[in-house]
C-alpha cells in the first residue's frame, strides 16, 4: 500500500514537471518569437521616420537659402532719393544777384550797376507778370534809426535804375532792413561789405 501511495506521488510529481517545463518552454518560444518580431518592427517603423526628419530640415534649409536671399535683395535695394520741392520764390530769386554798396552810401556802383543790367533782363523775360520786392541792408555802424533810412535809400536807388531799363516801377515795391537781418556775422570790414547790399525776392 505504501508502496503504491509513493509510486502515485511520484507519478504526479513527474507529470507536473513535465508540464511545467513544457509550459514554460512554450512561454519562451512564443516570448522569443513575439519580442524580435515586435523589436525589429518597432526599429523598421522608426527607420523612415528618423531618416524622413533630416530630408525634412534640409528641405526646409533649402527654402529658408532660397528666401533669405531675396530677403536679403529687398533690404539692400538702393532707395530713391526724393528730391525736395524748392520754393518758387527761392528758385526765382536766386536768378537775381545781389548788390553791394560802399560804407554810408547808397548810390550804386559800377558793378552794382552791371548786375542790376542782368537783373533786368531777368525780370522782363523770365519774371514776367511777377512781383519783385528790393530789400535794403546796411552793416552794424551806425544808429538803428540811420541805418533804417539808409537802407530805405539803397533799395529805391536799385529800383529806380530797374526802372530805366525798362522794368515797371509798379511790379517793385521796396523795404528796409537795416541791420537787423545780416548776410554775415562778424565785426571786420570782410562782413561788413557783405552785409552792406540789396537783395530780391519774388512775391508771387
Keep these: 500500500m505504501k508502496k503504491s501511495m509513493i509510486l502515485l506521488l511520484a507519478g504526479i510529481c513527474m507529470a507536473s514537471l513535465l508540464a511545467s517545463g513544457c509550459a514554460n518552454k512554450e512561454a519562451v518560444k512564443k516570448e522569443e518569437a513575439v519580442v524580435p518580431v515586435s523589436s525589429a518592427a518597432k526599429v523598421e517603423d522608426a527607420k523612415p521616420v528618423e531618416d ?3 530630408v525634412e530640415q534640409s528641405k526646409a534649409a533649402e527654402q529658408d537659402n532660397e528666401i533669405k536671399p531675396a530677403q536679403s535683395e529687398v533690404v539692400s535695394a538702393p532707395t530713391t532719393e526724393v ?3 524748392v520754393p518758387a520764390q527761392t528758385a526765382s530769386a536766386a536768378l537775381l544777384e545781389t548788390v553791394y554798396f560802399d ?3 547808397s548810390d550804386l556802383r559800377q558793378d552794382a550797376r552791371d548786375v542790376l543790367s542782368k537783373n533786368a533782363e531777368v525780370i522782363l523775360k523770365s519774371l514776367a507778370g511777377k512781383k519783385v520786392q528790393i530789400s535794403g541792408h546796411c552793416d552794424e555802424r551806425g544808429s538803428a534809426e540811420y541805418n533804417l ?3 530805405e535809400h ?7 535804375y530797374l526802372t530805366t531799363l525798362g522794368v515797371k ?7 528796409s532792413y537795416g541791420e537787423e537781418k545780416p548776410a554775415v556775422v562778424g565785426n571786420d570790414e570782410a562782413a561788413w561789405a557783405k552785409n552792406r547790399r540789396a537783395e530780391f525776392l519774388i512775391l508771387n
Design 169 to 175: 516801377a509798379a511790379d517793385i515795391s521796396v523795404i
Design 149 to 151: 533810412a539808409l537802407g
Design 52 to 54: 524622413a526628419k533630416p
Design 83 to 85: 528730391t525736395p520741392l
Design 103 to 105: 560804407f554810408d552810401k
Design 154 to 160: 539803397r533799395a529805391k536807388s536799385v529800383q529806380k
